[in-house]
């Protein structure tokens, strides 16, 4: 695997970036307003073309290794740690295989209470997607509905962790805008009932050059903004011609809490057979 840069395991340097997720909460309110009906989209890509681009930014798989940290406003932080593995179940640019978009194992490596526990999800073009975990603790695999669960009780749901497909929702850009001295444009994301998505639509910041989203902010069923995501332009790496943020952080509103994520590790495109998708697969350690 290839090590992320040193600069990700400096503690100074994680505890400055917490500053832009504080500014972001500021100008939350504002960016939640909703867009008056003269300043409709301007002229270009569409919000699909931009959110397309930012699906296709990706490889064909990968494995990860990940450290959350997460904090609430006592101050009381709590690190666990990840591998993901991900594959794309399209055949090159063609259709899905077997109705089938994409995998993905997510299993804690730390804490030690927790190690090996797992999980499967499996996400379909046209039926709801399969979810399976498998806890240490239980020493068994069992289907799940992972709608709005978080990651080892992080600011990050499954959701929020698992690339999204193009097909999960519909698409509006909004004006443009500049994130981190970075242009930027605006989309508005509503994902659709089969998705069973915890949020009721998203809008956000995407690269104009680069096609990463650096800025996310998150609305509940009721229609309130829950939380806020910002990953940070100078932490954004190019793999194989791949731009991937290598440190984002969500925080949530209500709560006043906060997850960071950190990419440690990363191998781009490795070679995942089927059989690492296999629900039995997930008591292996």
Request: proline share 7%; hydrophobic share 35%; glycine share 4%.
């Amino acid at each position: 695997m290839r090590r992320a840069p040193a600069v990700l395991g400096s503690c100074l340097a994680l505890v400055a970036c917490l500053c832009a997720a504080t500014q972001a909460a500021a100008q939350g309110d504002a960016a939640a307003a909703p867009v008056p009906a003269a300043a409709a989209a301007p002229d270009g890509p569409s919000g699909r073309d931009i959110y397309e681009r930012v699906v296709n930014n990706r490889f064909h798989s990968f494995r990860q290794r990940t450290r959350l940290v997460s904090g609430d406003r006592a101050g009381n932080e709590q690190e666990s740690r990840m591998l993901v593995t991900w594959r794309s179940f399209r055949d090159g640019e063609g259709p899905p295989r077997k109705g089938v978009l994409s995998k993905a194992v997510i299993r804690y490596t730390y804490p030690f209470d927790l190690r090996s526990s797992a999980y499967l999800i499996i996400n379909n073009e046209a039926e709801p997607d399969d979810q399976f975990m498998y806890l240490n603790s239980r020493r068994r695999v069992q289907r799940v509905n992972l709608r709005g669960e978080p990651v080892l009780g992080s600011d990050f749901s499954f959701e929020d962790v698992v690339p999204r497909e193009l097909e999960d929702a519909t698409y509006q850009r909004l004006p443009d805008d500049v994130v981190d001295g970075r242009p930027t444009y605006v989309i508005e994301v509503t994902p659709r009932p089969d998705a069973r998505s915890q949020y009721s639509r998203f809008r956000s910041w995407v690269d104009r050059e680069r096609s990463v989203v650096l800025k996310t902010l998150y609305w509940d069923e009721a229609g309130v903004q829950v939380k806020e995501l910002d990953a940070p332009s100078a932490e954004v790496r190019s793999f194989d011609g791949v731009w991937v943020p290598m440190r984002v952080e969500m925080r949530d509103r209500p709560n006043d809490s906060y997850t960071y994520i950190v990419i440690e590790e990363l191998a781009p495109n490795p070679l995942i057979e089927d059989a690492e998708f296999d629900p039995h697969r997930l008591e292996q350690h």
